[in-house]
């Protein structure tokens, strides 16, 4: 990758975004924004039903602006196509995403970016989840659990710390993906190498909906 090049990062808020962005930065992209698609609503992320206003705290500590466009799934792509032509009209002609090995995944991303003249930018593509896990950990990131598959793992999964025990208990059992690439788990990053202060929130309720658990944070705004 182009050492200066300015770039969007495709953001979730979760662990894979946060690595994404942060060895993007690391390989000298400057990072001119960061793009979370929100629910119709715009209360709530698509991927991870995450608060919006926690995932736009991130955005400030990370000091990155952020773009909150909001979708329904049937308009997903336009949305997100119509955006990021905004995003290379402000000369942000790369993409960065946090995807592992999922190649259904890969192939959207590549077909939409050609489509719209985008690079896109994987640093995680094929990288071994205990290395991605641990390279998580060593470099100071700091995650909690904020959504898991119900026929996978049960609420009381909800709110742990992505730690090295939380890693041993995922090793433990055979059936799941270590870094939840089946949709296992999803995570909140809350502070970071890259983040000038951690992201303040409290938790709320547990909420079982559509199959799968979800924890509600509430953003510290004070």
């Known amino acids: 990758m182009r050492p200066g090049a300015k770039a969007f990062c495709s953001w979730s808020g979760g662990k894979e975004s946060a690595l994404s962005l942060y060895k993007a930065q690391q390989q000298g992209l400057n990072i001119g924004a960061l793009l979370n698609m929100v629910s119709h609503g715009g209360q709530r992320s698509c991927s991870h039903g995450i608060d919006s206003r926690c995932i736009r705290l991130q955005a400030e500590s990370l000091g990155i602006p952020i773009v909150q466009k909001k979708t329904t799934w049937p308009s997903y792509e336009a949305d997100f196509k119509e955006q990021v032509l905004e995003l290379k009209a402000l000369g942000m002609?790369?993409?960065?995403?946090?995807?592992?090995?999922?190649?259904?995944?890969?192939?959207?991303?590549?077909?939409?970016?050609?489509?719209?003249?985008?690079?896109?930018?994987?640093?995680?593509?094929?990288?071994?989840?205990?290395?991605?896990?641990?390279?998580?950990?060593?470099?100071?990131?700091?995650?909690?659990?904020?959504?898991?598959?119900?026929?996978?793992?049960?609420?009381?999964?909800?709110?742990?710390?992505?730690?090295?025990?939380?890693?041993?208990?995922?090793?433990?059992?055979?059936?799941?993906?270590?870094?939840?690439?089946?949709?296992?788990?999803?995570?909140?990053?809350?502070?970071?190498?890259?983040?000038?202060?951690?992201?303040?929130?409290?938790?709320?309720?547990?909420?079982?909906?559509?199959?799968?658990?979800?924890?509600?944070?509430?953003?510290?705004?004070?």
Not at 125 to 143: H, I, N, S, V, Y
Request: with cysteine; aromatic share 10%.
């Open 93 to 222: 002609q790369t993409g960065v995403f946090g995807d592992i090995d999922l190649q259904e995944h890969r192939d959207w991303i590549e077909r939409v970016c050609a489509e719209m003249g985008i690079k896109p930018v994987l640093p995680l593509w094929q990288k071994g989840r205990e290395q991605l896990l641990e390279e998580f950990l060593r470099t100071g990131f700091k995650a909690i659990v904020v959504t898991t598959q119900a026929k996978s793992l049960g609420p009381e999964w909800l709110g742990r710390q992505l730690d090295r025990k939380f890693v041993e208990d995922l090793r433990a059992r055979s059936d799941l993906d270590l870094c939840g690439e089946q949709g296992e788990y999803h995570t909140f990053v809350c502070d970071g190498p890259n983040f000038k202060q951690p992201v303040n929130f409290r938790v709320a309720d547990k909420i079982l909906k559509d199959d799968h658990w979800f924890l509600q944070l509430i953003p510290s705004l004070g």
